[in-house]
T-cell receptor
Framework: GAGVSQSPSNKVTEKGKDVELRCDPI?????LYWYRQRLGQGLEFLIY????????KSGLPSDRFSAERTGESVSTLTIQRTQQEDSAVYLC????????????FGPGTRLLVL | AQKVTQAQTEISVVEKEDVTLDCVYE???????LFWYKQPPSGELVFLIR??????QNEISGRYSWNFQKSTSSFNFTITASQVVDSAVYFC????????????FGQGTELSVKP
């Protein structure tokens, strides 16, 4: 079956612009997670969804970052007024439920802010 | 607070050597899960294993084996008879029982297997 997909795969933007990153989870997976991976670093948790509610937003680095999810489907991560330090790979993962089930990752969106 | 430490930043071995990747974790929870993921040069994370805190049995899957020791808070990963295709960054991760499943990752170990 289809895995997690993300779009775009690459995004180059100018400082100060807004960007939207999209994630399509595996069909039937109720939990969805966003992570950020800076160059040469491990992954940092940003936010997770159970259905379309977000019980844990603790990893969002600032109020410029927001995310939403439609039902148990697509999620969008929005970064407003991008800064150079936002440059990273943004990874999305989904799992069948939220409780320590295995998370399956998408290929990521590589964001470069000039 | 929860934390995962992978002290080995880079490891280089020659094909057919055995190699062990270390992972040490910190948590105050009694219920937690540990994971290993592989990130090849293509970038996509590949799931390798998930263990819960109540199961300390070691696991073997082909050339891969995992040693979970609660007494030392370690979950080490061994590749036997390494191959060039094993070259990747390997991440250890922790998920606590009351945290909704979010993963806390170590910094990763970059393994290079040379022919």
């Amino acid at each position: 079956g289809a895995g997690v997909s993300q779009s775009p795969s690459n995004k180059v933007t100018e400082k100060g612009k807004d960007v939207e990153l999209r994630c399509d989870p595996i069909s039937g997976h109720t939990a969805l997670y966003w992570y950020r991976q800076r160059l040469g670093q491990g992954l940092e948790f940003l936010i997770y969804f159970q259905g379309n509610s977000a019980p844990d937003k603790s990893g969002l680095p600032s109020d410029r970052f927001s995310a939403e999810r439609t039902g148990e489907s697509v999620s969008t991560l929005t970064i407003q007024r991008t800064q150079q330090e936002d440059s990273a790979v943004y990874l999305c993962a989904s799992s069948q439920t939220s409780v320590q089930e295995t998370q399956y990752f998408g290929p990521g969106t590589r964001l470069l802010v000039l | 607070a929860q934390k995962v430490t992978q002290a080995q930043t880079e490891i280089s071995v020659v094909e057919k050597e055995d190699v062990t990747l270390d992972c040490v974790y910190e948590t105050r929870d009694t219920t937690y899960y540990l994971f290993w993921y592989k990130q090849p040069p293509s970038g996509e994370l590949v799931f390798l294993i998930r263990r819960n805190s109540f199961d300390e049995q070691n696991e073997i899957s082909g050339r891969y084996s995992w040693n979970f020791q609660k007494s030392t808070s370690s979950f080490n990963f061994t590749i036997t008879a390494s191959q060039v295709v094993d070259s990747a960054v390997y991440f250890c991760a922790l998920s606590e029982g009351n945290q909704g499943g979010k993963l806390i990752f170590g910094q990763g170990t970059e393994l290079s297997v040379k022919p």
